[in-house]
């Protein structure tokens, strides 16, 4: 079960946190994966999954020039065909909308939005000869309120609706399209940003952020990695058109 062998995935962010879990788990299970990085991570994670016997290669690539996002995805797509893309790239961002420059506001959307858009623009013409599977990476900042996180909520909130309008353009081209939401994933990212904005303060920090999850902790990436693996897969087939917390309760729970 949950086979991907003979498929061909896109990995975008797959140097770090959930992006290298995805990237790991996907390859484990027989796929032929891209990791898509801006950082030279991405090229030691697809060393180690060639060392353990996977098949991965690494494409350096800022995944808001459309330009090199379709020359690279073209070249691929050309040599294997295109089965699974994983829209997994993104940056986080703290302030209100008072707070919140214009600056940091393009810098979140070319990233978290149009390069979501660009990876589609780029695969679905390649899917649609053989049909696929897309999977966004969205939030739980999309559908509750989370304090200080206007422009990073905001694009993913863009993620859901682009979720949404793909799996309905692309249906009757046998192509799926779903999105995952997470609550709070341990991650290097985590770890560095309580390091920078709570110098001392670390483990304390750490600590109040697990809890606000009604389960008591963090995500562990390999959780998000599963249930991406399950929504890339054929036995989730009749899958389509979905949102998916993985949030520990935060949404339902939190009172």
């Not at 309580?194 to 963090?218: D, H, T, V």
């Not at 949102?243 to 935060?250: A, K, M, R």
Request: hydrophobic share 40%.
């Amino acid at each position: 079960m949950f086979s991907l062998k003979d498929k061909t995935a896109i990995v975008t962010g797959g140097g770090s946190g959930i992006g290298k879990a995805i990237a790991s788990v996907f390859a484990r299970q027989g796929a032929n994966v891209h990791i898509f990085d801006l950082d030279d991570n991405g090229k030691q994670v697809a060393e180690e999954i060639t060392r353990s016997g996977g098949q991965c290669m690494f494409h350096s690539c800022d995944v808001s020039n459309q330009e090199l996002v379709q020359e690279l995805i073209v070249k691929i797509g050309s040599s294997s065909g295109i089965h699974i893309l994983v829209n997994n790239a993104g940056i986080a961002h703290i302030g209100t909308a008072e707070t919140t420059s214009e600056e940091d506001m393009v810098r979140l959307f070319n990233v978290n939005i149009k390069g979501v858009y660009n990876f589609l623009h780029a695969v679905i013409p390649a899917m649609k000869k053989t049909g696929g599977v897309i999977l966004n990476m969205a939030s739980i900042a999309s559908s509750s309120g989370i304090r200080d996180r206007f422009a990073y909520s905001m694009t993913k909130g863009a993620v859901v609706g682009m979720t949404l309008s793909t799996a309905r353009d692309y249906i009757a081209d046998n192509i799926r399209c779903n999105c995952i939401s997470p609550a709070r994933v341990h991650t290097p990212f985590v770890d560095g940003f309580i390091a920078k904005n709570y110098p001392g303060k670390e483990e304390e920090m750490f600590e109040k952020l697990s809890r606000s999850q009604p389960i008591g902790r963090m995500a562990r990436p390999e959780e998000i990695a599963w249930l991406a693996l399950y929504l890339c897969s054929d036995e989730a087939s009749f899958i389509t058109g979905c949102d998916y917390p993985i949030d520990g309760g935060f949404i339902k729970l939190n009172n």
